[in-house]
């Protein structure tokens, strides 16, 4: 039709090659949403174990991407360098993504939220962000579980002195200015517990990756059950950080090598 | 923490200032998604009620949003050129967009697909593309409307020959070459069809915008019911095409008056 | 070779189709180079002419610059909208006006300064900015007329002071605080200089529009002197801002109709 | 003043930070360029050193630049990963870059063609593309490098069959279609030409780096002559593909190692 040429006001926006792309999702106005719903505070395992099918979707969905990582309400997904999803179009890989996100978040929300009624539709923001190279991008991973690590413990010290019969306002003066070592002690001394012994999907976060997985069937011929490897997504709560995650999943980084 | 300079790699995608914004989702694979959930063809009222309901509450969340036009498996939102949203930051105003209109469609399904389980999670892509002037903006929203009466016009078409008896090949061949007014003159004569008497909703998609409306409700003083007026978002079925609609609604164009 | 893969590397950067396409010139510590050149204070009409030259030679080169503006140690080149000058690539476009202008700039700058040697090479900088619409482009025009007012009858009053036999110093605090009317009254009381009867190049800077000119030829056939009437461009010292110039001039802005 | 609105429309344009990013400049129709002032065919050494000269004056010039790359009519300038040059903006570094080669391409012309009058102001294009690894910038210098050795080789070998008494045409069609060692054979056997023992400059281009020099100056204490040592740019005929040239250098690549 005569209309037509509106369409050369789309713009190319592809992502550089060569360069590791994430997106990472994050919860629209969260705070409010986890207040409306009764979260419990401050982490609710059934929200975590629902941002994680969520995630898990995504990536049985998306094949390229090879590693997510989330917590709170965030997930980050990263394909690889030489990804070509969509020819790397920014708007494309992201809509899709999060839209996916979204509509799983939603989906699955009755199964780990058995008795609380979704109220409003989940949002989420997303972005693209592109690392140049493998150093870049574990930093960036880096960063995302040095948050986790940093909010749980602020969080867990302040929960457990409000829990203990103080206001939230003491909790915060309590808190405000102390380092990491000093809310260790907190907890130890006046609560008892050794923050490091707390369960390491509320320290660590979540990591999906594809994991050789042993995956029955039966064959159709002879009728007998078969068990073969599969690279299925898999939920873990590893530190990211270190030098060891990475040196036992050596497959994640493989993919870039041929740009490094 | 010394992994926060990654943060800097995330780069300013703001959209050029004073240009209209439209964000057009899509269905991914819905030709798939349409026939495992069996959708009448070739219009599923109720697919297009809960496209419709998913953009509604789209267009009441984000205020901004000025008027939609949904059709097939897509919707436009349109932002004026005067809009701040997110700063005009590209990513942001797309993917809330596309995750509101994403988890809206999931939650809303059953209410309009009762008897029919949603089978996988709907995804949609997203894109946000920029027009410089009234006149462009409305070119595009033409362009979406013009290919609403083409596609219908064919669907209807091959339908009907379809549901004579042809098979699907046959109805193909009987069509390809053909124009507009040929495929009325086959609806009308063979299937006795007057295409123009069809449902609005069919040949022109939706179109939502906010209008005047009267809200009853009971004052909490004097007990009374009060009618007052508020902007409300409505769907309508208009030919947007022509300059009526726009002169009906001379608001929505004036929005942009500062850059023109 | 195996080498050709990182031509991938070059992303498209093409500006949005529709919009009015502003290259903006601005010589490169141009304080110091002025210094070093001992360029007239406050206004050197060696190197108003010269930029004019090198600005007119740009706007004979690149036949799509439909309007161009200089003052101070810049100029604007403007591109309709409806240009499709190397298929609107922001960096061809940008760096093909700055490289012309640069080589101008230096290759006829002994036919203005014939006494001064140039000492170091010019280096300009350049950006492309779109304008969506005619009233954001008069604007952007308006904006930068205004500034040569504003500089220059802030230099005219400061350069005035100071040659009267005060220090920069004792010019810069007379000064301080004043507005347009407040500098207007100095000069006139103090100086007797009405500054409204100043030479327009100083007060308006330059612009130049291809204008119909006579130009006389010799007919190769008979011998005899013909003239024609050719669009060549020429430089004015008009008032741009106002309606006026705009009236004068209608076939400036009738290029973009098409998309307003 | 009321017209500064404006200015927000220039967009953000960084270059992704951590990425190595490469300015090219390529002369614009140098095919009429070289024509008109007769440059020597294929090679005119005059050109060569006339480009690299005000290659050297840039790199003199942009602190920042590693390293440059030069061939036929264009010129690759690379800044370092860690580069923050203009804060990385695209245009005010591309543009600076350009228009200085430019005004010294113009402003040395005579030093190197002295019976040549320069008749129209030398252009060139520029762009930058940004790399993400050492081994994708190595990789694009290998592409201009290859990119030299191929035209060269073609050139010489046309430029010896027309000089020998062939018309171009005659020329073209020897050529077609053979492959490197056929040219190397034509010229060995049919001219007694060793294509490898030609000079350096032909084959491989130009580079120019930062090398400790011996400077001589005059101690204004002693009056005695001192010899320091300091890092000037240099032109040389280095071939940059092998690993040798890099190994020599490591300084070159050891800028982006916080990045790798
Ligand atoms: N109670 C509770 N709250 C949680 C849990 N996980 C996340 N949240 C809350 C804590 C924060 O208020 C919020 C996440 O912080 P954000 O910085 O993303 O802010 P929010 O989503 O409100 O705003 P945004 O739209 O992202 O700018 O979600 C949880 O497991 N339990
Ligand atoms: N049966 C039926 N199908 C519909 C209806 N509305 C849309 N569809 C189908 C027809 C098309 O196959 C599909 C929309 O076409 P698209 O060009 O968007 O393709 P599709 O979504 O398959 O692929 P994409 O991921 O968008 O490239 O949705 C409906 O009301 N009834
Ligand atoms: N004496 C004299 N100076 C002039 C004349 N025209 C321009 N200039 C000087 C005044 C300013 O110092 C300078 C232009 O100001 P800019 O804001 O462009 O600064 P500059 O070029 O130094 O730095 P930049 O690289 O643009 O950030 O040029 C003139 O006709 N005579
Ligand atoms: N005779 C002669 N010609 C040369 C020499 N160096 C470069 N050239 C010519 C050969 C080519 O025609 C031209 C460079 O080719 P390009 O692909 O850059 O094309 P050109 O500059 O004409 O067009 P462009 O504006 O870059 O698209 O310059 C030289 O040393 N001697
Ligand atoms: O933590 P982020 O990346 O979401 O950063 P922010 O401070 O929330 O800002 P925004 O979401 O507006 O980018
Ligand atoms: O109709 P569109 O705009 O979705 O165009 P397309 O041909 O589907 O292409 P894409 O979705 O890949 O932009
Ligand atoms: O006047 P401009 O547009 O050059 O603005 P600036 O303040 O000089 O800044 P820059 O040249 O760094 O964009
Ligand atoms: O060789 P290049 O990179 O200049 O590529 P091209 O084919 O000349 O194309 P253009 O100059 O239009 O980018
Ligand atoms: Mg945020
Ligand atoms: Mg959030
Ligand atoms: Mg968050
Ligand atoms: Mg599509
Ligand atoms: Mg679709
Ligand atoms: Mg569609
Ligand atoms: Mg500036
Ligand atoms: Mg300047
Ligand atoms: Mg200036
Ligand atoms: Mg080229
Ligand atoms: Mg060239
Ligand atoms: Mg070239």
């Known amino acids: 039709s005569r209309y037509e040429y509106v369409k050369q006001f789309e713009l190319d926006d592809s992502a550089l090659p060569g360069t590791w792309m994430v997106v990472r999702i994050d919860g ?8 409306m719903h009764k979260f419990e505070k401050p982490n609710d395992l059934r929200a975590i174990h629902l941002m994680n099918r969520a995630a898990l ?22 394909l690889p360098a030489s990804s070509t999803l969509y020819s790397r179009r920014i708007s494309k890989i992201t809509s899709t993504i999060v839209s ?34 493998q150093k870049t991008l574990r930093d960036y991973l880096s960063w995302r579980q040095a948050d ?13 002195i409000v829990h203990s019969g103080k206001t939230e306002q003491e909790a915060e003066e309590r808190l405000r200015g102390t380092f990491s070592k000093d809310k ?6 006046d609560f008892n517990i050794n923050y490091n012994t707390l369960e390491a999907v509320y320290r660590k976060g979540s990591v999906i990756i594809r994991q050789e997985t042993e995956v029955k069937s039966v064959s159709q011929k002879s009728g007998e059950e078969v ?15 270190s030098n060891e995650f990475w040196k036992e999943h050596p497959e994640l980084l493989v993919s870039s090598q041929e740009y490094e």
Chains 1, 2, 3, 4 share one sequence.
């Open 28 to 35: 629209r106005g969260f705070h409010g949403f986890t207040d």
């Open 57 to 78: 979707e995504v990536v049985r969905n998306i094949r390229d991407i090879i590693i997510a990582y989330g917590q709170s309400d965030e997930y980050s997904f990263v």
């Open 100 to 133: 996916l996100f979204a509509s799983n978040y939603t989906m699955h929300w009755a199964e780990y939220f058995p008795d609380t009624k979704l109220l409003v539709p989940p949002c989420f923001d997303a972005r693209l962000v592109c690392y140049p190279t």
């Open 148 to 160: 986790c690590h940093i909010n749980n413990l602020y969080n867990t010290s302040f929960w457990a």
């Open 184 to 189: 260790n002690e907190i907890l130890f001394s």
């Open 227 to 241: 068990v073969r490897l599969r690279r299925l997504p898999a939920v873990l709560h590893d530190d990211i950080i």
